[in-house]
């Protein structure tokens, strides 16, 4: 019996041991099969998570930031307890003991399933499971994919510290609102850091990696409110909590951004502009637009947002003034169903999801607005963000529109969108209340760019009337022809051919056979002045003696320069492009006229100082000179460290200052002259296109160079009394004087080489030392050279057949004046306002 016993237990015995080593076998052979060809967890101990390139001003403002992934990475060490204390109660409370997976979590999940029949399917991940799940092998909810997830957990937690894993969750883990990891999270739920969260909002970011869709803060607050405790429970049993903290953090309410109790991080940022869009379309040109937008690059933008704000001011004001003065109105073209209209509740919602320009501020804040009624004498509106209860009335009279053509009631009906602002009685929305005034974006359109002469720094730029209504930067990416702001490069490569700014060229009427016809080209005034000094003829823009100077010096030459200085990468060899018939961009013209106030040396224009990667280390650096003695203690306090200078020179010294001289006339007494005045040096060039469809403005004073451009995006005329200096001299104005109160200005440096004789800036005669008056400029010759008075070049055109002679042409009569070498020559008369202009191309 004892024996039948025995037996039997062996028996039995042996079917549970083989039962049980069949199981480890089956077991065994399953994680082998499955173990085999799985992606490599090595990996993530290089791994970089997708996070944030933020741009910061040149004085450390946060100002912009691009991500595909919002995503703020921080190291473990840095990560604060709490945080770690709250993700680890609420998805992984073992997981300091256990080797990648929780055998105790997976039973009782399977346990709670089979009692619920497959109603209660929880999850018994660890945090290193999510891991290899979110880095290796997605979230297909398979037992495969299970199998495979155990298996690479196992290697991980062999490989990885537990902090290491702990850093990778956390910073990759999706937490809603387009956040990646706990530190983008916390910016965007509370506008806190991770060492400002309270242990109920770390709490609250623990309770979002289950599902953040169905924990929304505003749409699920209760769902999410439990959530929340209990993850405070959780915390409290696992030791973390004392209790009395956690019946505190318990009783605290669910506060949050997207319900209003806290302002978004996104108030702090000024909106997206095209200084900022700009830096993102060249940096993901040089570095790839994957990592730009994933490799948490720190870039020192060199911009100054004062000045940023000033130069889209000043733009504005012109495009504006141009506009109104058209008498056309436009409005959005946004207009809202009357069915939306019934109640303050729904014109708001729909106007807030208006497609609009939000982003302009001109002598205040532009506001979207609704027509609710057009009355009588007055438009009833409705406006975006501005409460109703206020006591100003929300109507604007019938006199604001004074400027419009047609009929008051043609223009607008019940639904419109329009933009409006606030008339007050000061500047730029200050003062007293006076009424809502209609205001549209213009059709006309332009760029403006400032830039420092020395350095290449771009300190403002603004690509047109409003980045949110457009995003096409014309200050980088318009080609639009320069007109006469290119003749400078013309005179310059005369300058540097033995020229100077005596030399005479004859202005008069000049005919050229062309595959297209017969060329005439004309002066702006219609007038043709006779021998002219080159001094004048830049400084009246005259056509004729550009392309008498251009065909004397040949056109190879001057397209090597203007090749040279950036403006063309390959310049056709035609006369008519030494009128500017060629097209550029803004940014090229401003960045060569910076080498003209520099003294002729190279800078390379940029719109950033410095990119960091994301472990701090410099990448790229503009400034690539070298400072000599910076850490010599022995400097004394009254002197300056020596900073040598590598910059290439593009131009003879003498050359520059020849040019610069030459321009300064431009401002002082001609094309610019009416509208540019300011109380240091300044030099420039004005420009306007056949029929003005372009009108420009460059200058420069000898710290900063500023340039504009006025046109419509499709090119058109804008009227004959358009012209460069008229339109753009106006917004340079405005920001030099702002521009010279913050970076100062004085003389342009004269080079040693200079040798000053005085002449007749009418006929070029060499005129005695002691000589003043109007006529009588100071110019400067290169020292060692004898300066030869009296030669006279005409580029070798004959008089245009059947062409009115000079004193035949228009009303101005011309003066006969006694040049050095003897013989009589004839001179056009002082020009006024009305009889010249900035050139153009014919």
Request: aromatic letters at 10%; charged letters at 25%; proline letters at 5%.
């Amino acid at each position: 019996m004892i024996r039948f016993v025995l037996s039997f237990f062996g028996a039995i015995f042996t079917l549970i041991t083989l039962g049980l080593f069949m199981v480890a076998l089956s077991i065994g052979a399953i994680f082998w099969m499955y173990g085999r060809d799985l992606p490599s967890h090595e990996s993530l101990a290089q791994y970089t998570p997708p996070t944030i390139s933020r741009i910061y001003s040149a004085q450390g403002r946060l100002i912009d930031e691009f991500a595909q992934e919002r995503r703020l990475f921080t190291p473990a060490d840095e990560i604060p307890d709490l945080v770690k204390q709250a993700f680890i109660s609420a998805e992984d409370k073992n997981f300091y003991t256990h080797k990648g997976y929780d055998a105790r979590g997976i039973a009782s999940a399977a346990i709670d399933a089979v009692r619920s029949r497959g109603q209660d399917i929880r999850g018994a991940s660890t945090i290193t499971q999510q891991v290899m799940k979110n880095f290796l092998l997605g979230g297909e909810r398979r037992a495969e994919r299970k199998i495979k997830e155990i298996i690479l957990a196992t290697r991980l937690e062999e490989t990885l510290s537990k902090d290491k894993i702990l850093e990778l969750y956390l910073n990759e883990i999706f937490l809603g609102q387009n956040s990646y990891g706990v530190t983008a999270a916390a910016q965007t739920y509370f506008n806190k850091t991770l060492s400002q969260l309270a242990p109920h909002e770390a709490a609250t970011l623990a309770s979002m990696p289950k599902a953040p869709s169905d924990y929304h803060p505003v749409r699920q607050k209760d769902r999410l409110l439990a959530r929340r405790n209990f993850v405070l429970k959780e915390m409290f049993e696992n030791g973390y909590l004392t209790e009395e903290q956690y019946l505190s953090e318990r009783d605290m309410p669910l506060r949050s951004v997207q319900n209003g109790d806290f302002d978004s991080f996104k108030s702090a940022l000024p909106p997206r502009d095209y200084f900022t869009d700009e830096i993102r379309r060249q940096l993901s040109d040089t570095f790839g637009e994957d990592e730009f937008f994933s490799g948490g690059m720190t870039v020192r933008a060199t911009i100054d947002p004062e000045m940023q704000k000033v130069a889209a001011k000043s733009l504005r004001r012109q495009l504006e003034e141009y506009d109104r003065g058209a008498g056309i109105w436009r409005g959005t073209e946004v207009t809202i169903p009357e069915d939306q209209l019934g109640s303050e509740e729904a014109w708001r919602a729909a106007l807030a999801s208006a497609e609009v320009p939000r982003d302009i501020e001109l002598d205040g804040t532009w506001y979207p607005a609704v027509v609710l009624a057009v009355e009588d004498q007055q438009l009833r509106i409705g406006v975006e963000g501005v409460d109703e209860t206020d006591a100003e009335p929300f109507v604007v009279p019938r006199k604001d529109i004074a400027w419009m053509r047609g009929d008051f009631f043609d223009n607008f009906k019940v639904g419109d969108v329009v933009l409006v602002r606030r008339m007050t009685s000061g500047d730029d929305g200050a003062g007293d209340f006076i009424r809502w005034s209609l205001r549209q974006v213009p059709e006309v359109q332009g760029g403006f760019m400032a830039m420092d002469v020395n350095t290449g720094r771009v300190i403002a730029m603004q690509g047109g009337f409003s980045y949110q209504h457009s995003v096409f930067n014309r200050a980088t990416q318009a080609q639009r022809q320069p007109g006469s702001s290119f003749k400078p490069f013309v005179y310059a490569s005369a300058l540097d051919s033995g020229y100077t700014p005596a030399t005479i060229i004859i202005d008069a009427p000049i005919e050229i056979d062309t595959p297209q016809g017969l060329w005439r080209p004309k002066n702006a005034s219609n007038t043709y002045y006779g021998p002219t000094p080159l001094r004048t003829g830049i400084e009246r823009s005259r056509n004729l003696m550009t392309i008498r100077l251009a065909q004397e010096v040949g056109m190879d030459v001057v397209a090597d320069y203007a090749e040279k200085f950036g403006v063309y990468d390959n310049m056709g060899r035609f006369l008519a492009n030494s009128l500017g018939s060629e097209e550029t961009t803004l940014f090229k013209m401003v960045a060569a006229y910076a080498m003209f106030a520099n003294g002729g040396e190279r800078v390379e224009p940029t719109l950033v100082d410095r990119i960091q990667d994301r472990y701090g280390n410099t990448v790229y650096r503009h400034d690539k000179r070298d400072c000599i003695d910076c850490n010599d203690p022995t400097i004394p306090p009254s002197q300056s460290p020596s900073i040598l200078s590598n910059r290439e020179r593009v131009m003879n010294a003498v050359t520059a200052y020849q040019l610069t001289s030459m321009m300064t006339g431009v401002v002082q007494r001609g094309t610019a002259s009416g509208t540019v005045n300011l109380p240091v040096p300044v030099a420039g060039k004005t420009g306007t296109t056949n029929d003005a469809k372009d009108v420009w403005f460059i200058g420069f004073t000898n710290s900063v160079v500023a340039g504009c451009y006025i046109g419509y995006d499709q090119p058109r005329s804008m009227g004959r009394g358009a012209s460069g200096g008229g339109f753009c001299g106006p917004v340079f104005q405005r920001f030099m004087t702002q521009a010279i109160e913050k970076y100062g200005g004085g003389r342009f440096r004269i080079p040693d080489e200079c040798m000053f004789i005085k002449i007749d800036r009418f006929t070029g005669a060499r005129l005695s030392d002691d000589a003043t008056g109007d006529n009588v400029v100071a110019e400067c010759f290169r020292e060692g050279e004898e300066p030869l008075f009296g030669i006279t070049f005409d580029g070798g055109f004959a008089m245009g057949a059947n062409l009115p002679l000079v004193e035949e042409v228009g009303s101005a009569t011309g003066r006969e004046v006694t040049t050095s070498t003897g013989k009589k020559a004839v001179v056009g008369p002082k020009a006024n306002f009305g009889t010249l202009s900035s050139g153009g191309l014919y």
